[in-house]
């Protein structure tokens, strides 16, 4: 295959009960991985292929530790639509950001759990709030996987390009995946999807 291999490190970050593992899992339904424990969290790595490019991926489940933030080229930020108080989360986190490398940081902001009937953070809010950071905005329902392949597609066509190629109105894809063992994507099933219903009840903004 053509093209170099590129890496690339991204923390899910956000509190408890927003699905931050749900959405790890989700994206990597599709794609091969592998998945080690620190002291601080646990780490999943997963290589896919953007436009040629291989591209090595480790996404953490993040326990806030700025010393690990700080080696990460861009964060997903995970709020609850239907919690105020997981968007007051992401909010205080915004003031970490001046302590954290600037250069080349990606960041993307996502409210999960749009399929409930009740909401607490519109998406009005959530969006004012991405624009401050100026980040990326998803909304998403995990019961529609599509919008979460988006989340991380975004990020990871950004880090392949130079900071002023990039534009507002692009819809990133993953070209290429492959798929998780079997005896996994049982896991998942059973503990994550068994009894739901596929809903496409998300949206996307961006700054």
């Known amino acids: 295959m053509e093209g170099s291999t590129k890496n690339f490190r991204v923390a899910v970050v956000g509190d408890k009960g927003v699905g931050k593992t749900t959405l790890i899992y989700q994206y990597l339904l599709d794609n091969w991985m592998t998945e080690r424990?620190?002291?601080?969290?646990?780490?999943?790595?997963?290589?896919?292929?953007?436009?040629?490019?291989?591209?090595?991926?480790?996404?953490?489940?993040?326990?806030m530790d700025l010393a690990e933030l700080a080696e990460c080229n861009a964060f997903v930020l995970v709020f609850s639509t239907a919690s105020r108080a997981t968007f007051n989360f992401i909010t205080s986190f915004k003031d970490h950001l001046p302590a954290l490398p600037q250069?080349?940081?990606?960041?993307?902001?996502?409210?999960?759990?749009?399929?409930?009937?009740?909401s607490e953070v519109d998406y009005e809010h959530g969006l004012d709030l991405a624009k401050a950071m100026k980040a990326g905005y998803f909304q998403t329902s995990y019961q529609n996987r599509d919008k979460v392949d988006n989340v991380f597609s975004y990020l990871l066509r950004r880090h392949l390009c130079p900071p002023e190629t990039w534009t507002t109105s692009e819809?990133?894809?993953?070209?290429?995946?492959?798929s998780l063992p079997f005896h996994l994507l049982k896991w998942i099933w059973v503990n994550i999807f068994c009894g739901g219903r596929w809903k496409s009840k998300s949206r996307v903004g961006y700054d």
Do not use: Y
Request: zero cysteines; proline letters at 2%.
């Open 171 to 178: 819809t990133p894809q993953l070209r290429e995946s492959t």
């Open 37 to 63: 424990k620190t002291a601080k969290g646990r780490i999943f790595q997963t290589t896919v292929t953007i436009d040629s490019t291989l591209i090595d991926v480790d996404i953490i489940d993040s326990e």
């Open 103 to 118: 250069q080349g940081r990606l960041i993307v902001l996502v409210g999960t759990q749009t399929d409930v009937d009740h």
